[in-house]
């Protein structure tokens, strides 16, 4: 079976005739997958549908926000009745506390916070504030992990080799990656050399606390409690960047789930529910040195824009309403998995796959990922085939081996067993 996509095939033309790959970010233009990418006319509740009328089951959630299912009424609702008093003040609104106060109560560490506009925004501003901070110029990342496309985060790992950054895309000044210190995930002791290295000018260490821009890698308890530790001890401050796992893995995001404190944090995708927000925040006096009150400066016109303040914090109050339970979006992701390994085992394929919370990756591998390496090393042409395959089949996961999926509120029993056992048609097609 094969659905129809003259209108995403024509649309496509025209905008790769006025946008670089025809997309306004990279990994939508379908480039490791192959094939066209489909143009998306609207969404509601687990589904997506494309510009040729065609519905397909969505895992990809606008790469996490939708949490509550797209299109969610309440939330609908909320934002409509806002959009009504104006789109944009420029001046504090309630709003922008109601939401931190809301944040703050879920994830305790962010006794202070300062809205943005985007996950990128966060992550190099947190940075900024970490070095001004310390008054310490390095910074420790972890090859596989994706804060955002600031000029001193692109950094490309040299072959799972803890090494000095080099600069991961052209126009990102050798200058602006040098401070940037990479090594392996999971991997304590390439961190412990690093900071023995680099002399007392570590400011920070920031990481995905599950890494979900490479696949689904865990971390273990051992790793992130070092970490702290380590942190602690050379008065490095530990950042967590959990702009993807935030509220997406546990209501107390994932360092609730792990019982870990950082120093600071970033949030965004779920936190706006949709819309461009982000934050960054945590301890108290490390955040009073951002301006106004302190010399770290950061500001934007658009920041804490109360439509996008609005759809967060109808998107948090559902997900910590009557309505909602974790443990029922944890079951139904596990369920998912679960069937998704089951299937492709009866068809004989080496495949492996994990989640946590409405989070979840799976490979064609013996083994989910410890560290990007591992992730590289799994059977990519397999996964392009299983994803054309479902794709085909009207399910639409991410289209490339290194993302995580995610499934909302709105995916119910009947729509996961039926994402199975397209699966399992698939993975009988592969064969051949
Ligand atoms: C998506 C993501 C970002 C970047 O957020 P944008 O809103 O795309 O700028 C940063 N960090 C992590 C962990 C992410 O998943």
Redesign the pocket.
């Known amino acids: 079976m094969t659905l129809r996509n003259d209108q995403s095939k024509k649309h496509f033309a025209e905008a790769k005739d006025i946008f670089p790959g025809g997309v306004n970010s990279p990994v939508r233009a379908f480039g490791s997958v192959g094939g066209q990418p489909l143009f998306i006319e609207s969404a509601k509740g687990p589904y997506v549908y494309d510009e040729d009328g065609n519905q397909y089951i969505d895992y990809v959630n606008s790469?996490g926000p939708a949490i509550v299912g797209h299109a969610h009424p309440e939330v609908i609702a909320a934002v409509s009745e806002q959009m009504q008093k104006g789109f944009s003040f420029g001046a504090p609104t309630r709003l922008e506390t109601e939401l931190a106060t809301l944040v703050k109560q879920l994830v305790p560490s962010m006794e202070m916070m300062r809205f943005v506009s985007?996950?990128?925004e966060a992550?190099m501003s947190v940075l900024r504030l970490a070095r001004g901070y310390t008054g310490r110029d390095k910074i420790i990342k972890f090859s596989g992990c994706?804060?955002?496309h600031a000029d001193m985060l692109l950094v490309q790992a040299g072959s799972g080799v803890a090494t000095l950054g080099i600069p991961g895309s052209p126009g990102v000044p050798q200058g602006a990656t040098k401070d940037t210190l990479v090594a392996p995930y999971n991997n304590l002791n390439a961190v412990r050399e690093l900071i023995s290295q680099a002399q007392d000018q570590v400011a920070a260490v920031i990481l995905?606390p599950i890494a979900?821009?490479a696949n689904f890698i865990r971390p273990t308890e051992a790793f992130l409690k070092g970490l702290r530790e380590l942190c602690s001890e050379h008065n490095i401050l530990l950042i967590f960047?959990e702009?993807?796992t935030g509220f997406r893995v546990h209501p107390n995001s994932a360092q609730g789930l792990y019982g870990i404190k950082p120093d600071l944090s970033t949030f965004?995708?779920v936190m706006g529910g949709g819309m461009p927000l982000?934050a960054y925040g945590g301890r108290r006096d490390i955040m009073e040195r951002i301006a106004p009150t302190g010399p770290v400066y950061q500001a934007g016109t658009l920041s804490g824009n109360p439509l996008a303040v609005m759809c967060g914090l109808k998107t948090l109050e559902l997900l910590n309403g009557e309505s909602f339970s974790y443990s029922g979006l944890a079951d139904a992701t596990r369920s998912l998995v679960e069937g998704l390994s089951s299937a492709a085992a009866d068809e004989g394929h080496t495949f492996s796959a994990d989640s946590e919370g409405g989070m979840f990756g799976f490979a064609f591998a013996k083994a989910m990922p410890t560290n990007f390496e591992e992730a590289q090393s799994a059977d990519i042409p397999s996964f392009n085939r299983f994803f054309q395959g479902m794709l085909s089949q009207g399910v639409y996961l991410a289209p490339s081996a290194f993302e995580a999926g995610f499934v909302t509120m709105a995916h119910s029993n009947d729509v996961i067993e039926e994402t199975i056992a397209k699966a399992k048609t698939v993975f009988r097609e592969m064969k051949h």
């Open positions: 790469w985007s996950g990128t992550c994706y804060h955002g995905e979900g821009n960047d702009v993807m965004g995708k982000g």
